[in-house]
């Protein structure tokens, strides 16, 4: 069955430190992978999808993922974190298995420490 | 401007009554979905529909109905026997069915059992 893992549910983070948001995925087929970030009591939006092509991707507000198919990854990184980035991320995928359903990861929450 | 409203932000319900929760899109999208969130378990697919007039089961429908009466709107009614509805329910849409799109996002209602 295909899966999510984010192996974090909380990072704490010093300001204008990196951070690195991990996500792992289970799947058979091929994939397309997404990372969405949720600030507090709101919707999700989108940072950044790997459809294909380039393994780096770069999204929104400094982010950037890289796609590692032999390690089923797709880790989320910045390499200097500021205040406005507490949030919490999810990490999604979709696949062969069927088109509408989109499946999440647990989601990451990021909390920035000055 | 263009995007998804959910009405209303905060809802309360009391125990055996059904409630609907709103959903419009003038994204002129196809897919729309349904989401339950519980604080730690990410998201969670209740109902999703491709077009008009159509709609299928997610994970968790149980409890829940759905229409698709127009291809804006897509409300969702959380019944009485849906026996733990508080939770914050995000609805989104996307282009089409196709696995390459994301999703987008409506600010969310948040439901609590009174």
């Known amino acids: 069955a295909q899966s999510v893992t984010q192996l974090d549910s909380q990072v704490p983070v010093f300001e204008e430190a990196p951070v690195e948001l991990r996500c792992n995925y289970s799947?058979?087929?091929?994939?397309?992978l997404f990372w969405y970030v949720q600030y507090p009591n709101q919707g999700l939006q989108l940072l950044l999808k790997?459809?294909?092509?380039?393994?780096l991707v770069k999204g929104i507000n400094g982010f950037e993922a890289e796609f590692n198919k032999s390690q089923t990854s797709f880790h989320l990184r910045k390499p200097s974190v500021h205040i406005s980035d507490t949030a919490e991320y999810f990490c999604?995928?979709?696949?062969?298995?069927?088109?509408?359903?989109?499946?999440f990861g647990s989601g990451t929450r990021l909390s920035i420490r000055p | 401007d263009g995007g998804i409203t959910q009405s209303p932000k905060y809802l309360f319900r009391k125990e055996g009554q059904n409630v609907t929760l709103s959903c419009e899109q003038n994204?002129?999208?196809?897919?729309m979905y349904w989401y339950r969130q519980d604080p730690g378990q990410g998201l969670r697919l209740i109902y999703y529909?491709?077009?008009?007039?159509?709609?299928q089961k997610g994970d968790i429908a149980e409890g829940y109905s759905v229409s698709r009466e127009k291809k804006e709107s897509f409300p969702l009614t959380v019944t009485s026997a849906q026996k733990n509805p508080t939770a914050f329910y995000l609805c989104?849409?996307?282009?089409?069915?196709?696995?390459?799109?994301?999703?987008?996002f409506g600010q969310g209602t948040r439901l609590t059992v009174v």
């Open positions: 989104a849409s996307s282009i089409d069915d196709r696995m390459n799109t994301e999703a987008f």
């Open positions: 799947s058979s087929v091929s994939v397309y």
């Open positions: 790997y459809l294909s092509g380039s393994t």
């Open positions: 999604a995928v979709t696949g062969l298995w069927s088109a509408s359903k989109i499946i």
């Open positions: 994204l002129n999208h196809d897919a």
């Open positions: 529909s491709q077009i008009v007039n159509d709609f």
